[in-house]
């Protein structure tokens, strides 16, 4: 269900947000708060989170590392077993949070457009923020006399930009196959045309040859629901699909026009 790709998908990177503090899990019991620095082949680097100085623990001292952001690392020294139960049981089973994700709307790839987004999961895994961008690449434009009958139409062919802001919760969290529904809004330009008629060449009963196209600009805004998820391939590599509904907006020389409109997005993803 995927379209070919031959266009090289720009990467768009947003900051991450700075890890507030790590545990390590001592093999006498106890688990210290800290910033973990660097993790070397025989010894971690850390500080306390409210001081400067670095200082240095042996690996045979640590069970395991419980990262903020929600990753983990076990080093398989079990401690006795009087002091089991004061390490979380979830260090059992470490396991990453991949909190971003980079898509190609594979649909719009039909319609000559190069559309990319880029996803932001938050620490809790159930909220993420989605920044989509779409340029078109005037692969495929439609010259037809502009109508509301092809306002969709000559959106996808004739884009020119678009961008938007999504919000999407999880209710499952971060899966390896997982599924989210949320709000976006977007806001684009699009080329539209006019038949030119030669006003001298009649061809009978009226009708003049069209002779060219004269070319507009017009203004594109819609605002939908949806609900989407991913299919995890692997642990990296994700399909996506979005169904949405809402309100698409046009604006022209023309008329300007409000309706009510399904859309359908196909992804390929990276998560990482």
């Not at 559309?115 to 993420?128: A, D, F, Q």
């Not at 991913?230 to 023309?254: D, M, P, W």
């Amino acid at each position: 269900m995927k379209a070919k790709l031959f266009i090289t998908l720009p990467v768009i990177f947003c900051s991450s947000f700075a890890f507030a503090q790590d545990t390590i899990y001592k093999t006498d019991g106890n688990a210290i708060l800290v910033k973990v620095l660097e993790v070397g082949p025989a010894s971690v680097k850390f500080r306390f989170v409210d001081a400067s100085s670095v200082l240095t623990i042996p690996k045979k001292e640590i069970i395991a590392i419980g990262y903020q952001g929600g990753g983990r690392e076990l080093y398989g020294i079990a401690p006795p077993k009087r002091q089991q139960a004061e390490i979380p049981a979830e260090i059992e089973a470490p396991r990453v949070m991949l909190k971003n994700i980079i898509a190609l709307n594979c649909f719009d790839v039909a319609f000559a457009n190069l559309s990319v987004s880029y996803e932001r999961i938050l620490n809790s895994g159930k909220i993420s923020f989605k920044i989509p961008l779409s340029i078109g690449l005037d692969g495929r434009p439609n010259t037809t006399q502009y109508s509301t009958n092809f306002g969709n139409t000559m959106f996808l062919q004739n884009r020119i930009y678009s961008g938007g802001l999504e919000l999407n919760v999880y209710p499952f969290g971060q899966t390896r196959s997982t599924f989210y529904v949320g709000i976006s809004g977007q806001v684009g330009q699009f080329h539209y045309y006019r038949d030119i008629h030669d006003s001298l060449a009649s061809s009978g009963y009226g009708y003049y040859p069209v002779t060219g196209h004269e070319k507009f600009i017009g203004t594109h805004y819609s605002g939908m629901v949806h609900i989407g998820g991913y299919i995890g391939v692997s642990e990296n590599f994700l399909i996506g699909a979005k169904l949405a509904i809402g309100y698409k907006k046009e604006e022209t020389v023309f008329e300007d026009y409000t309706q009510f409109r399904a859309q359908l997005d196909l992804n390929l993803a990276y998560r990482f």
